[in-house]
């Protein structure tokens, strides 16, 4: 039986904005070991680079090998998708294979779906019913049809302008998450003079001194975007633990003169988006609240929740969720 001739989904004007793909493994849940990764490189290989650039698997898998996120065989929609927005893929290849080869009318069902990394919006979807021809082996029997299938996908892949793909500090920062590590902090300044002793106590209090204060008045002064460390709610909840980060913070941004920050709050991933945003808006409010606290003047701070855009690793595991729940600092001048 030939593949169907027409897509249940095609959004061929959206196709164009893929220029960054990943390809995730298949889910193969047929009696054919290599069905799904057959199935995989096909697509891969099929992919014309001078439309999409594909995150190559392999590179991938390295990143978390030997982690306790190491990745499965094969991904569901939800993990590729999750993973294309970590690597900064526009989009997410999956598939799935069910079905029995040894018999007599061997055949597979082969399902195939690439939707936008973030919103996960649905650009094409097909299912196939692979039949081997007389002779021919169910390898190629997948890999031929599965082309063929995806064919008015890939070929409107991309719009044909030159954009780069996947950063390789990115990779290597995801590298170092996984593996629990914190990114390796910039050189910090040399320590201010102290103050002279007729200064006020108020203001000796608003000098950076230690090496993470120091690092952070610098990472503000120079406007950058980072996690705050030190900062642990109650679970999944908006129930402050520990707060020695925002203490650091208050004092790191107390020392300079001018400029503003904006406290950015993100959760993990669950099936209810609504809650999300309500549990990341409410962690923001309160992690700025104790800023406040801590001397910030309220005119110098702002705070919004994210939900659960933007996961830094997948949220499949219980270290994944822990780090995907998290503040981060933006500098405004």
């Not at 995806?150 to 892949?157: C, D, I, K, S, V």
């Not at 709050?265 to 669950?270: C, G, H, I, K, L």
């Not at 309160?286 to 910030?296: D, Q, S």
């Amino acid at each position: 039986m030939p593949p169907a001739s027409e897509p249940a989904v095609l959004r061929a004007p959206e196709l164009a904005r893929v220029r960054c793909l990943l390809v995730a493994p298949f889910e193969n849940g047929s009696d054919a070991p290599r069905a799904g990764e057959v199935a995989t490189a096909a697509l891969a290989g099929a992919v014309d680079p001078a439309r999409a650039q594909v995150y190559p698997v392999a590179e991938l898998r390295a990143v978390f090998a030997g982690t306790p996120l190491e990745l499965p065989a094969g991904f569901g929609p939800s993990l590729a998708h999750e993973l294309a927005g970590i690597v900064g893929a526009d989009a997410a290849l999956s598939g799935a294979l069910e079905g029995r080869t040894r018999e007599a009318d061997p055949q597979l069902l082969v399902s195939i779906r690439l939707a936008m990394a973030g919103d996960s919006e649905l650009l094409f979807a097909q299912t196939v019913l692979v039949r081997p021809a007389p002779g021919e082996k169910v390898e190629d029997a997948v890999r031929r049809q599965v082309v063929e299938a995806a064919r008015p996908m890939l070929e409107r892949l991309g719009d044909g302008a030159k954009r780069r793909c996947f950063d390789a500090e990115r990779a290597r920062t995801l590298r170092r998450l996984a593996l629990g590590q914190q990114a390796k902090p910039a050189p910090a300044p040399a320590p201010a003079p102290a103050p002279p002793p007729t200064a006020a106590p108020a203001a000796a209090a608003r000098v950076a001194r230690t090496p993470r204060q120091l690092e952070w008045a610098g990472r503000l002064g120079s406007g950058e975007r980072f996690v705050l460390e030190d900062v642990v709610f109650a679970g999944r909840t908006a129930e402050l633990q520990r707060d020695a980060g925002l203490a650091d913070l208050a004092i790191a941004f107390g020392s300079l003169p001018a400029g503003s920050l904006r406290l950015e709050a993100f959760v993990d991933t669950t099936p209810d988006r609504a809650a999300d945003d309500r549990l990341s808006a409410a962690m923001a409010q309160v992690a700025g609240e104790r800023l406040i606290a801590l001397g910030v003047p309220r005119t110098r701070i702002a705070w919004q929740g994210r939900g659960s855009t933007e996961p830094l690793l997948p949220n499949f595991t219980a270290r994944g969720r822990a780090t995907n729940r998290r503040v981060e600092v933006v500098s405004i001048k």
